[in-house]
């Protein structure tokens, strides 16, 4: 496969009242497994505002690691934070879920 359009973004939102249920782990896997297993991507990345531990929380539960850790580069909620950037290659993907 060529190096073209090789990798994705991934990115959630959810309303506060459905949160703790499970909703954005199964969706954000059903989109991991869209991204690798029907386009082909090599690899999947998420950016996100470093304040938000439950996003963090769930990169890492669908097997993301931090690669990135920017200082005050990202503008959200009326100040400039810090954003962290999680990856996953289709081959570290495929290996945890054995395939």
Do not use: C, P, Q
């Given at each position: 496969q060529g190096t073209g359009l090789s990798e994705g973004e991934i990115g959630w939102t959810l309303l506060p009242q459905h949160a703790g249920r499970g909703y954005a782990t199964?969706?954000?896997?059903?989109?991991?497994?869209?991204?690798?297993?029907?386009?082909?991507?090599?690899?999947?990345?998420a950016n996100l505002d470093a304040r938000n531990d439950r996003s963090a929380a769930l990169c890492e539960r669908l097997g993301m690691r931090r690669e990135v850790h920017k200082r005050g580069d990202f503008w959200s909620k009326g100040r400039?934070?810090?954003?962290?950037?999680?990856?996953?290659?289709?081959?570290?993907?495929?290996?945890?879920?054995?395939?």
């Open positions: 199964e969706a954000a896997n059903a989109v991991l497994e869209m991204g690798f297993e029907h386009y082909g991507l090599r690899r999947i990345v400039w934070t810090d954003s962290y950037e999680y990856a996953l290659l289709r081959d570290e993907w495929r290996a945890a879920r054995g395939t």
